[in-house]
């Protein structure tokens, strides 16, 4: 009798084992929305995704520009956790100490946004938001909007360039689909990445000045896929920035 027990047990274990595998198999695989599962195989391989900024691979003009700019722009420093920004009024950058010492990607948006104001002619104001710069970053967002595609994105390293992540968020402000589609990415991936406050970018000036740093931020940079993701889809824009910064002595 106690030999039945003992093998009756032994079978209920048997099916719990084989129903608690397959629920676990139906949980691991489960439909998890819109992000394709070779990104989610990548969530634990992420290894650091590093970029220099105003070093030797960088572009010349714009780093004589940068160089310029942080000697003639006013900085406060903030604590770690507080967000880093511009203030055109008063002409200071509001940075930590780690992001000005180390010309972290911050950083070099916020001076992004100091130099805008002076290809503004030194004013309050942006050079992003006049007639040039409008013009170059409407024609680029249509031709944007046509042809990108986010697969195709995730599929390589780019998407990983802070500054890329941002302009996506910006380009495709009005598109929602295509926004719910990155931040599923970007949270599959697990990797860090900037977007700006819905709010404040529902103005089209805003976005406009917020693109206009975040090319000059990969301009600066050493990261030659993220040159070539701007060369591919934003080139009028960025060919008016240089062509801006090219015409002044710095
Ligand atoms: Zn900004």
């Known amino acids: 009798m106690k030999r039945v027990a003992r093998l009756f047990l032994l079978l209920l274990f048997l099916a719990a084992a084989v129903t608690g595998s397959f629920y676990l198999y139906l949980y691991t695989h489960r439909n998890s ?3 394709a599962s070779a990104l989610l195989a990548g969530f634990t391989s992420i290894s650091p995704y590093k970029v220099a900024y105003a070093g030797p691979d960088s572009d010349p003009l714009c780093r004589q520009a940068y160089a310029f700019v942080k000697n003639n722009t ?3 420093f903030i604590e770690n ?3 880093s920004r511009y203030n055109p ?7 930590t100490e780690k992001a000005l010492l180390a010309d972290s990607a911050e950083a070099v948006h916020e001076f992004g946004h100091a130099l805008d104001r002076y290809l503004n002619g030194e004013e309050s104001g942006y050079f992003s938001r006049g007639e040039t710069f409008s013009q170059a970053y409407a024609l680029d967002c249509a031709r944007m909007q046509e042809s990108f595609q986010a697969q195709d994105l995730f599929e390589a390293e780019t998407y990983r360039n802070l500054a890329i992540s941002d302009i996506l968020f910006s380009v495709f402000y009005q598109d929602t689909a295509m926004t719910n589609t990155l931040i599923a990415s970007y949270n599959a991936s697990g990797v860090p990445y ?5 709010n404040y970018m529902s103005g089209l000036e805003k976005r406009q000045t917020e693109v206009f740093a975040d090319i000059f931020v990969v301009l600066l940079s050493d990261d030659q896929q993220a040159q070539n993701f701007i060369q591919e889809f934003l080139p009028e824009s960025k060919e008016v920035l240089h062509c801006a910064v090219s015409k002044r002595e710095w």
């Open 194 to 198: 900037w977007r700006h406050d819905e």
């Open 74 to 76: 006013g900085v406060c």
């Open 89 to 95: 009024q008063e002409n200071i950058v509001y940075l």
């Open 33 to 35: 929305g819109a992000v």
């Open 81 to 83: 956790g507080d967000s």
